[in-house]
Structure formats: structure tokens, C-alpha cells
């Protein structure tokens, strides 16, 4: 599943202007453009992540409930 990279803008962009007394149109767009690209820089960063499933659930064979413990690395 995809990052939210919209709304992660958005609230950059709000971090950012939240501390700008009176933002006049072109830090508006600066930030706009900074802030897109922090969003698309951490996109790119956790996306390149790896899960590698280490252990998992172990169902018995004649029916019952699963036992087991999910383990996993993230590289």
C-alpha cells in the first residue's frame, strides 16, 4: 500500500506555514514545493524498506486454532 503523500504534504506544508508570520505568495510556493518534495523523499525512504518474514503462524492439521508468533526483519 501506497503513502499517503498528499496528505504527508499537506502536513508539512501546515508545519511550515504555521510558523510564518504572514506568508506572502511566494514562500506559499516555496513551501508548497519544499514540502512535496520532503513527502516525495520520504516516500522513496520507507518504501525502499524490506520485510523479511522470519517466523509465522503454524495451523495443526486436523482443524483448530493457529499457534505461532509472526517474526520479521525490516532492512
Request: proline share 7%; charged share 10%.
Amino acid at each position: 500500500m501506497p503513502l499517503d503523500t498528499i496528505t504527508l504534504k499537506n502536513s508539512i506544508k501546515s508545519a511550515y506555514l504555521a510558523n510564518l508570520p504572514v506568508p506572502d505568495m511566494t514562500q506559499i510556493a516555496q513551501v508548497d514545493a519544499m514540502s512535496t518534495a520532503i513527502a516525495d523523499a520520504i516516500r522513496i525512504f520507507v518504501e525502499g524498506a524490506t520485510v523479511t518474514n522470519t517466523a509465522g503462524l503454524i495451523a495443526p492439521g486436523g482443524g483448530g486454532p493457529v499457534t505461532g508468533v509472526f517474526g520479521n526483519t525490516i532492512t
